[in-house]
């Protein structure tokens, strides 16, 4: 039997938490960040059926919950990769929560979360040249292989 063999997208611009595969894009102000799941968080998770985010105003640690997803067999906590506020929840989610699945660094964020202090989220973080070997074997450990990203 094959490892099933996936080709996945990690923009290594984004800050990782790969044990909870969310990521950060830190926004042009320094002071805020948006958040997400990862591609291959989706991948192993099953399309998503629901997303309800936090509330605008809520504290949250890095590692903590920034909303709650159902599967189709599941309902899942989905944590948040950096500590801080949550500022601004993805108003498309309600009508289609399956922009996640769909555009996970895109359309598809989760919220958007002022900062209460990076510097200390980041030696968690995964970012840049390492994220693609991260992410690799995070997928190994889950039974799933990545496709080396494709040539530019």
């Known amino acids: 039997m ?7 997208n990690h923009p290594p611009e984004l800050y990782y938490l790969i044990e909870h595969q ?12 948006t958040v997400g799941i990862t591609a291959l968080g ?5 399309e998503i059926y629901m997303c309800r985010p936090k509330r605008v105003g809520t504290e949250l640690a890095q590692g903590a919950t920034v909303a709650v997803v159902e599967l189709s067999k599941s309902i899942v906590a989905v944590k948040t990769a950096v500590s801080g506020t949550i500022i601004e929840i993805n108003p498309r989610l309600d009508e289609r929560p399956r922009l996640v699945d769909q555009d996970p660094y895109g359309a598809g ?35 799933v292989e990545l496709a080396p990203p494709a040539a530019s």
Not at 2 to 8: C, D
Not at 22 to 33: C, E, F, K, M, T
Not at 112 to 137: E, I, K, T, Y
């Open 22 to 33: 969310v990521w950060a894009r830190l926004q042009a102000d320094g002071a805020s960040a």
């Open 109 to 143: 964020w989760i919220a958007r979360l002022r900062l209460s202090n990076f510097a200390a989220d980041v030696p968690q973080l995964v970012h840049g040249d390492a994220v693609a070997a991260a992410m690799a074997r995070h997928a190994h450990s889950n039974g």
């Open 2 to 8: 094959s490892t099933p063999l996936l080709r996945l």
């Open 42 to 46: 989706l991948a192993l998770s099953g």
